[in-house]
């Protein structure tokens, strides 16, 4: 059985930080795309960040771009997501996904396994 679990949100002031972690068990994802999506109350889920299977070829939602950075360690089976200057429209619950394919694609149907989900709330 494939498990994503997400830990690293939580309550942050305006400006702070947290690292999200993402960590999978029952199968290796090392050549597949890997995601961060979020979904804030009242609209749909979105895609934040993604990362191809190298590593190397990244996609940041405009209102994130240069606050976020994905991240992946294969050998570990983990994707991160650094989020740096947060402010309160970044609140949502974060939810990691796992893909199929190992190109860095962006839409809901290209992702075949996602975790529970993880709070971030920031205040202002």
């Known amino acids: 059985q494939v498990q994503l679990v997400e830990s690293g949100g939580g309550l942050v002031q305006a400006g702070g930080s947290l690292r999200l972690s993402c960590a999978v068990s029952?199968?290796?994802?090392?050549?597949?795309?890997r995601a961060w999506f979020r979904q804030a109350p009242g609209k749909e889920r979105e895609p934040v960040a993604t990362i191809d299977w190298s590593g190397i070829n990244t996609y940041y939602a405009d209102s994130v771009k240069g606050r976020f950075t994905i991240s992946r360690d294969n050998a570990k089976n983990t994707v991160y997501l650094q989020m740096n200057s947060l402010k309160p429209g970044h609140t949502a619950v974060y939810y990691c996904?796992?893909?199929?394919?190992?190109?860095?694609?962006?839409?809901?149907?290209?992702?075949?396994?996602w975790g529970q989900g993880t709070q971030v709330t920031v205040s202002s």
């Open positions: 996904a796992a893909s199929t394919v190992p190109d860095s694609v962006r839409t809901l149907k290209d992702y075949n396994y």
């Open positions: 029952g199968r290796t994802f090392t050549t597949y795309a």
